[in-house]
């Protein structure tokens, strides 16, 4: 099981509180399939995502974007447990999305980088340290199922 | 994944801005490259303080940030350019190349967070494939 510090779990918990997802979802992801392109490839059915310009302004992008940031919000509610938070979602993004789980890290640097651009200073290296630990944990959840 | 001409001509004109405050942002970025990952600490065993935004971080992440501004200059050819870094990296400092990942990541946060308008996703995927060729480039000499 994963330990959490109190100053940990403050940290990540401010954070998030401070996010707008229906902003740092979108940005985070058009980010990640700009910066890494070869992630477009399970994005077939999203539309024109032909440059940079067109994966920001894509509605759908966005729109997932937003989605994926509240499935982080179920590994805040239950930071003691990810591992079996996230065992269904897991199994679809192995079984049914077939997305090499190496994506994962790319979206969650991604979504560091944002959230660094967003809070600026506020972002302590200490913020820094805790939100990345969190997001190593999700990442390792989601890949669990694989096989 | 190399530079293309657009890569080059976005990495130097984003770097034009950071030049100014380049002291600062090697002292944030190995600053947070020690917090954020404490094994590094175990290249800096003869530094009394290792904390953050300490006098020998400071100064050291400034001369880092100044390699990366003259690894800009030679970007047509980072190999040949790096040459002499690399074997100070290879033979002397012997830093696990892996850690140039590692700080390239926090190099990227910092550029993030003091210069948020400037780090457009188009700026971020040049800077991050020039420092990826920079830490290929000095690595090079390892074996």
């Known amino acids: 099981m994963v330990e959490w510090t109190d100053e940990e779990r403050a940290a990540i918990s ?29 994005f077939g059915g999203f539309g024109n995502l032909y440059n940079a310009e067109a994966i920001m302004n ?20 239950n930071m003691d447990d990810i591992k079996n938070t996230y065992a269904e979602l897991s199994v679809l993004h192995s079984e049914k999305l077939h997305v090499d789980p190496d994506n994962f890290k790319l979206l969650s640097d991604c979504l560091t980088i944002v959230i660094a651009g967003k809070m600026g200073n506020a972002f302590t290296p200490e913020y820094q340290a805790s939100f990345q630990k969190f997001l190593s944990v999700v990442v390792s959840a989601l890949g669990r199922q694989y096989h | 994944m190399s530079l293309s001409a657009k890569d080059k001509a976005i990495v130097k004109d984003f770097f034009g801005k950071v030049a100014d405050r380049a002291e600062d942002v090697g002292n944030e970025a190995l600053s947070r490259t020690l917090v954020v990952y404490p094994q590094t600490k175990t290249y ?13 971080v400071r100064k050291h ?19 040949a350019g790096l040459l002499t870094l690399s074997e100070l990296h290879a033979f002397m400092l012997r830093v696990d190349p892996a850690n140039f990942k590692i700080f390239n990541h926090n190099m990227l946060v910092t550029l993030a967070m003091m210069f948020p308008d400037d780090f457009t996703p188009e700026v971020h995927v040049a800077t991050d ?15």
């Open chain 2, 129 to 143: 494939k020039f420092l990826a060729q920079l830490a290929l480039a000095l690595s090079e000499k390892y074996r």
């Open chain 1, 14 to 42: 401010d954070i998030f509180s401070k996010l707008d997802y229906d902003d740092i979802g979108p940005k985070s992801l058009s980010r990640c399939l700009i910066v890494y392109p070869w992630t477009q490839r399970y």
């Open chain 1, 58 to 77: 894509n509605p759908l992008i966005a729109k997932h974007g937003t989605t994926v940031l509240h499935g982080l919000d179920r590994a805040l509610k």
């Open chain 2, 61 to 79: 992440g400034g001369t880092v940030m100044g390699g990366v501004l003259d690894a800009i200059e030679k970007i047509d050819d980072l190999s």
């Open chain 2, 44 to 56: 800096f065993s003869h530094w009394k303080d290792l904390s953050f935004g300490s006098a020998p």
